[in-house]
C-alpha cells in the first residue's frame, strides 16, 4: 500500500481523512483505487482522465509532470501527495 | 625593576617614526583592539603589549628585520620594545610620542569604518555577534528594502520581525481597514485601531517598535496597472496575499524586474512557503501553471485560518528573506515548505523551472533585458 496525502481543500472529501492508503502500481492505478472508495475526489482531481493542470501530484517529493506523468511507478512505501495552489492570506490583497 | 641594564632599543619622535615606516619598518601597534577600532596606522599589525612576546615570531619570524612599535603615547611600546630586544631581535624602535602627532607628521592613517553607529550597535548587539551577520550584515539589513503585500495575517509576523531586527525600509500595500475578525491573528493591529487603515495602525505599531525603520505605505490594491511601480524600488518581494490573480501579476511582474518573492500561503491548519528567485529558480508560474476554481481556493474569510497559522508560516517568510538580503544559506528556491499544524510536520517538494513556462521559460532570457509591461497583456 502507498499513501496518498489529501491537501486541506480536498479533506470534505475523505471524510476529513489526511491520508488514504491505496493500491497500484503506478500513479493512475493508485488514484483510482482512491477514486474507488471516495469518487467526489475524480472529478476534483482530473480532467477527461488526464491530471488536472491546477493541482500538482508528486510521488514523494518528485513532481510526475517532470516523471511519467499518471505512468509513474508507485512503491509501497510511497507518499502520493496531491497539492493545489493554496490562496490564503491577508484579505486586503485582493 | 630588575637590575639588568635596559636592554638596547631605540627611542624616535613622530616625525623620525613616519619615516622609518616609509622605509620599509614593520609597524606593531601595541594598544589594545578599542583604540585599533578607533583609527590605525595603515599597514600597521595590531599586538597588544600582552601578546607581543607570545606572538611576535608568528609576525616577525626574522630577528634581524627592522620593527617600529608604538602605542597611544610611548609607555607601553618602550616596554614591548625591551621584551622584543630580549627576545634576540636586533632592530627595535619605539615611537616616544603621542600617536596623534603620527598623523600631523603625515604619516599614513586608516580611520575606523564606521558601519553602525554606537546606538546600532547597542540595538542589534545579539545579531550582530552571529558571524553571518556581523556589522556589515547589520549594514545589508539597514540599507534594505522589503515591500510586503498585505499588512494582515501573514504580514504582520513578517513586519514585526523585519523590523525589529533592523530592515531599513518596509513598504506596505494594502488598502484595507482592521476589522475586529482580523484581530485573531493580525498581530500588527489592536482594538484600539478598529476602523483605522491597515497601513496606518502597521506604521504605528512598526514605530513603536522601531523609529529606524522607515515605513512606505501604499494604501493600493496590488494589479496589473502598477504592480511594477510598487515593486520597482525595492530589494525582496513578501507575497501574502490571498487571492490568484494577484500571484499571477506579482509574479510576472518580478520576473521581468528579477526581483526575489518570498511566497507564503495558509489554510486552516495547512501551510506553504517557498522563494522564487527569477532565472535561478522556478517562478510562480512554474509551480502552478493554472489557477484553480474558486471552491478550490476559498480565502480565509471563507474557510478560516488557525491564528498561529499566519505567524508561523509569515516568520518563514521573514527567515528567507533574513538570507536573502543577507546572501546567506539556502533559501527555499526549488523548494516548497509544507507546514500541518494539526499533525506538527513539515514535509517539502521540489519545484522545478518549466522550460514552457510563459514567464521565466525557453525563449525568456535571464540577460535580456525586463520586458515593458504591456497594459493588458
Redesign the interface.
Known amino acids: 500500500m502507498s499513501t496518498v496525502?489529501i491537501?486541506?481543500?480536498?479533506r470534505e472529501n475523505t471524510g476529513g481523512n489526511?491520508t488514504v492508503d491505496v493500491s497500484g502500481a503506478t500513479v493512475s492505478e493508485a488514484l483510482e483505487d482512491l477514486f474507488a472508495t471516495h469518487p467526489q475526489l475524480r472529478a476534483?482531481v482530473t480532467e477527461d482522465g488526464q491530471l488536472?493542470?491546477?493541482?500538482?501530484v508528486?510521488v514523494n517529493?518528485?513532481?510526475v509532470r517532470?516523471r511519467d506523468g499518471l505512468a509513474t511507478e508507485v512503491g509501497p512505501d510511497d507518499t502520493i501527495?496531491l497539492?493545489?495552489?493554496?490562496?490564503?492570506?491577508?484579505?486586503?490583497?485582493? | 625593576m630588575t637590575d639588568q641594564p635596559s636592554p638596547a632599543f631605540r627611542e624616535v619622535d613622530a616625525a623620525d617614526a613616519v619615516r622609518l615606516a616609509d622605509e620599509g619598518f614593520h609597524v606593531i601597534d601595541v594598544r589594545e583592539q578599542s583604540e585599533w577600532d578607533g583609527g590605525h596606522v595603515a599597514g600597521a599589525t595590531l599586538l597588544p603589549l600582552a601578546d607581543v612576546v607570545g606572538r611576535i615570531s608568528e609576525v616577525v619570524p626574522d630577528r634581524d628585520a627592522p620593527i617600529l612599535l608604538h602605542c597611544e603615547v610611548g609607555g607601553r611600546s618602550a616596554r614591548a620594545a625591551a621584551s622584543l630586544v630580549r627576545l634576540g631581535y636586533t632592530n627595535v624602535v619605539s615611537m616616544k610620542a603621542p600617536v596623534t602627532q603620527w598623523k600631523d607628521r603625515g604619516g599614513r592613517w586608516e580611520e575606523p569604518v564606521q558601519l553602525l553607529t554606537s546606538g546600532q550597535q547597542r540595538r542589534y548587539a545579539r545579531q550582530v555577534l552571529i558571524p553571518e551577520i556581523g556589522q556589515e550584515g547589520q549594514r545589508k539589513l539597514l540599507d534594505a528594502k522589503v515591500l510586503l503585500?498585505?499588512?494582515?495575517?501573514?504580514?504582520s509576523p513578517t513586519a514585526l520581525y523585519l523590523a525589529a531586527s533592523g530592515v531599513g525600509t518596509i513598504g506596505l500595500?494594502?488598502?484595507?481597514v482592521v476589522e475586529e475578525s482580523n484581530l485573531q491573528r493580525?498581530v500588527l493591529h489592536g482594538v484600539d485601531r478598529l476602523g483605522m487603515r491597515?497601513v496606518d495602525s502597521a506604521e504605528l505599531t512598526i514605530r513603536g517598535l522601531n523609529p529606524g525603520t522607515t515605513v512606505v505605505k501604499h494604501t493600493e490594491?496590488?494589479a496589473a496597472d502598477n504592480v511594477e511601480r510598487l515593486i520597482e524600488p525595492y530589494d525582496v518581494i513578501v507575497?501574502?496575499?490571498?487571492?490568484?490573480d494577484?500571484?499571477y501579476v506579482l509574479n510576472d511582474a518580478a520576473v521581468r524586474l528579477r526581483k526575489p518573492v518570498v511566497h507564503?500561503?495558509?489554510?486552516?491548519?495547512?501551510g506553504?512557503v517557498t522563494t522564487f528567485v527569477p532565472f535561478a529558480g522556478p517562478c510562480y508560474r512554474c509551480?502552478?501553471?493554472?489557477?484553480?476554481?474558486a471552491e478550490?481556493?476559498?480565502?480565509?474569510?471563507v474557510?478560516g485560518?488557525l491564528g498561529v497559522l499566519?505567524g508561523i508560516v509569515g516568520l518563514m517568510q521573514a527567515n528567507e528573506v533574513f538570507k536573502l538580503l543577507l546572501g546567506v544559506g539556502e533559501t527555499l528556491a526549488g523548494r516548497?515548505l509544507?507546514f500541518?499544524a494539526?499533525?506538527t510536520t513539515f514535509?517539502?517538494?521540489?519545484?522545478?523551472r518549466d522550460p514552457a513556462c510563459p514567464a521565466c521559460g525557453e525563449g525568456v532570457s535571464a540577460e535580456s533585458p525586463p520586458r515593458p509591461t504591456v497594459p493588458g497583456a
Do not use: H
Not at chain 1, 491537501?7 to 480536498?10: G, S
Open positions: 496525502r491537501p486541506p481543500v480536498l489526511r476534483r488536472s493542470s491546477f493541482i500538482n508528486y517529493d518528485r513532481d517532470y501527495i497539492l493545489p495552489a493554496m490562496a490564503g492570506g491577508a484579505r486586503s490583497g485582493r | 503585500i498585505g499588512a494582515g495575517g501573514l504580514g500595500v494594502d488598502d484595507d493580525q491597515k490594491r496590488m507575497d501574502g496575499t490571498d487571492n490568484f494577484t500571484r507564503g500561503s495558509i489554510y486552516r491548519w495547512d506553504q509551480m502552478y501553471p493554472t489557477q484553480p476554481p478550490l481556493a476559498p480565502a480565509c474569510s474557510a485560518v499566519p516548497l509544507m500541518d494539526m499533525g514535509d517539502e517538494v521540489r519545484i522545478w
